[in-house]
């Protein structure tokens, strides 16, 4: 099982970028994907998180209202839409999915609960 990260890079604060997460060797109809990221000197934390079976989207405080989580069933991929980005959103943002199908609400917040990972992709966001 493999996800792929891919789209970031280097953009202003206030601009936009858009994140796209494909997975190959499993179809994840049934699981919650999700992104995270870390920033150096900080732990990894959840910025949001999208279950197919209804399509129900969750967000970290710190991004809602900016980011936009979807994914594409067809393609089994996912993307996380970044707007207004801030100098705080600057970090490695991973791709995750997690097949345990118990899991409710905060509990998407928590890495320890996603099964897979991509590699990451960097995001800077300059002042």
């Known amino acids: 099982v493999q996800l792929q990260a891919s789209g970031g890079g280097l953009v202003q604060a206030g601009g936009s970028l858009r994140l796209s997460c494909a997975a190959s060797g499993r179809t994840f109809s049934r699981d919650t994907m999700g992104w995270f990221r870390q920033a150096p000197g900080k732990e990894r934390e959840f910025v949001a998180a999208?279950?197919?079976?209804?399509?129900?989207?969750y967000y970290a405080d710190s991004v809602k209202g900016r980011f936009t989580i979807s994914g594409d069933n067809a393609k089994n991929a996912v993307y996380l839409q970044m707007n207004s980005l801030k100098r705080e959103d600057t970090a490695v943002y991973y791709c995750?999915?997690?097949?345990?199908?118990?899991?409710?609400?905060?509990?998407?917040?928590?890495?320890?609960?996603?099964?897979?990972w991509g590699q990451g992709t960097q995001v800077t966001v300059s002042s």
């Open positions: 999208i279950s197919w079976s209804g399509g129900t989207t």
């Open positions: 995750a999915a997690t097949t345990n199908i118990f899991l409710r609400g905060k509990d998407y917040y928590s890495p320890g609960n996603y099964d897979y």
